[in-house]
């Protein structure tokens, strides 16, 4: 959570990426040492581990390619909103390749989009 927590920027957000990739290297590694058939409550564990991972390198992906700060992701290197270039939503998709981001516009109905001031 060093580098990907409420305040973020491009290089804490790459440390936290390769440190999740770090992790999914080790997790292959892992053993699973209870080998009942009932009520094997570490292979719950270890499924929801490997979705953790990779839903913690879906988030830090997401938040370093939207250069910007919005709602509740706010990046110290893009402190201002950018609706022309993100009033957006993100989608994230698994390929060969890896990980893919691709967006779908917002679409506006009743409220305007409004910057939050406290």
Do not use: W
Not at 53 to 67: D, E, F, T, V, W
Not at 70 to 92: C, I, M, Q, V
């Amino acid at each position: 959570t060093e580098n990907c927590s409420v305040f973020r920027d491009a290089e804490g957000l790459k440390v936290c990426i390769d440190k999740i990739k770090n992790l999914q290297e080790r997790f292959k590694n892992g053993k699973i040492t209870d080998k009942g058939k009932l009520f094997n409550t570490e292979i719950y564990e270890i499924l929801e581990l490997r979705n953790m991972l990779s839903m913690a390198k879906i988030i830090a992906n997401g938040a370093l390619n939207r250069k910007e700060s919005r709602g509740g992701h706010y990046r110290t290197d893009y402190p201002k909103r950018d609706d022309e270039n993100f009033l957006k939503h993100s989608l994230t998709y698994k390929t060969d390749e890896g990980m893919e981001i691709k967006y779908k516009p917002v679409v506006i109905t009743k409220h305007q989009p409004a910057e939050r001031t406290y």
